[in-house]
């Protein structure tokens, strides 16, 4: 429907090649949009009739420069399981280029994508860690919680959330991205991020684990055990 309406506007009398007996057919660039945007319509629809269900990732969210990722990497070494950055899963630096702003102009749409992308990624007989987000900023530099229904898609075996000083996260952001950060929103953010996590682990009855860098080795334990108990 979506490419017949694509090519009837082409192809409509306000465009002179009309008189002419011609018509403008959609663009790859258009076709390619329309494909994608009925394939993530296609996977919201799969997983909402729960015909497809993961049972084998831990999530670990946290702030942007709390040091997550190495953490991540380090457990993911540690466990011999397969790391997945939710920013590389969605295609980030393809939906926004100037990936250093911390803003997300569409959160839906990318955490579409997310599903999307696990979906292609994600292989029954082994074991995942997602780096990723609780929640976000919008477009208006607003916290923004991601949708409850991105994580029952998900359904991590666990919660976990890496917490940390925000002077040193606010220096750690500025040298890395170049860019200003303000402190209280940092602090606001970190604060937000547990607090959800926690309403998640207990709406959707999982696991939570959150601590700093010095809590590495519970923090390793707890996604080891929760992973194991949830593939039995």
């Not at 994608?36 to 319509?41: D, F, H, P, Q, V």
């Not at 696990?118 to 997602?130: E, M, P, S, W």
């Amino acid at each position: 429907m979506l490419l017949l309406a694509l090519h009837t506007r082409a192809s409509r009398g306000e465009n002179s090649q009309e008189q002419k007996g011609r018509y403008t057919l959609p663009s790859l660039t258009q076709i390619g949009l329309c494909l994608e945007m009925y394939y993530i319509a296609y996977i919201k629809y799969i997983f909402k009739k729960n015909l497809v269900m993961f049972n084998n990732i831990a999530f670990v969210g946290g702030i942007h420069g709390v040091g997550k990722s190495t953490i991540c990497h380090k457990i993911c070494a540690d466990l011999n399981i397969n790391y997945l950055s939710a920013s590389d899963v969605l295609q980030w630096k393809v939906i926004k280029p100037n990936y250093r702003d911390k803003k997300v102009n569409d959160i839906p749409f990318t955490q579409n994508k997310l599903i999307t992308g696990l979906a292609n990624i994600i292989k029954d007989d082994q074991f995942y860690l997602l780096d990723g987000h609780y929640c976000l900023l919008d477009k208006n530099n607003k916290i923004y919680n991601i949708d409850i229904e991105t994580f029952q898609q998900i359904n991590p075996t666990s919660f976990n959330v890496i917490i940390g000083d925000i002077a040193e996260i606010k220096l750690r952001l500025e040298g890395r991205d170049e860019l200003k950060y303000d402190f209280s929103l940092l602090d606001e953010m970190q604060k937000n991020e547990l607090k959800y996590a926690i309403h998640l682990s207990e709406t959707l009855n999982r696991p939570i684990k959150f601590g700093s860098q010095n809590d590495y080795n519970e923090i390793l334990n707890s996604i080891k055990m929760n992973l194991t108990n949830n593939s039995k």
